[in-house]
């Protein structure tokens, strides 16, 4: 394969010297045989990437189902988390649930904002009020589902939308 390059020399692909790799990058790195760096750069991701990072292999699907990754996500935006919080969410389905139910619709509402045509992403630590509410919307959901869907915890039931007007825009 012939390229010709911007000051308008040809060279053939195939007669190019290989590049050298960067310090400290051999050819048996792997981030996949380094579970603990693995697990430290997932914990940094968003809601949305760290579902599509779970769709990346069978080791990385685990690792994304591991509900302390989730717990991290939800209250990375509250500092300290909630005492007792954790077996309540827990039996409730989970951080990864109480993540997709409550803390995701909140956040995408709060997440941009329109400043001089530009828009920004709003960064700010949740008080204790809107940890509170957040988690009892999860327990309001959780219930509605338990009662009104006989007694069916797994899956969306119809009774369950009664809470989605929360993911709305309201016009004030």
């Known amino acids: 394969m012939v390229h010709i390059l911007e000051n308008g020399e040809h060279f053939h692909a195939d007669t190019r010297e290989p590049e050298p790799e960067p310090e400290g990058f051999g050819s048996g790195f792997s981030i996949n045989d380094h579970h603990d760096l693995l697990i430290e ?8 990437s760290l579902g599509a990072a779970a769709c990346v292999c069978r080791q990385w699907c685990a690792i994304a189902r591991n509900d302390s990754l989730w717990e991290h996500l939800c209250f990375r935006h509250v500092s300290p988390p909630p005492v007792g919080v954790r077996p309540v969410v827990s039996a409730l389905g989970g951080y990864r649930r109480l993540y997709m139910v409550c803390v995701r619709p909140v956040l995408s509402r709060l997440k941009r904002r329109r400043l001089g045509g530009e828009s920004e992403v709003v960064r700010r ?30 899956g969306d039931s119809p009774a369950s939308s009664s809470l989605k007007f929360l993911c709305m825009p309201v016009n004030v």
């Open 41 to 48: 750069v997932l914990k940094r991701l968003d809601g949305r």
């Open 125 to 154: 630590v949740w008080n204790q009020h809107e940890v509170e509410l957040s988690l009892s919307l999860f327990c309001v959901e959780y219930y509605e589902r338990l009662l009104v869907g006989g007694g069916r915890v797994a």
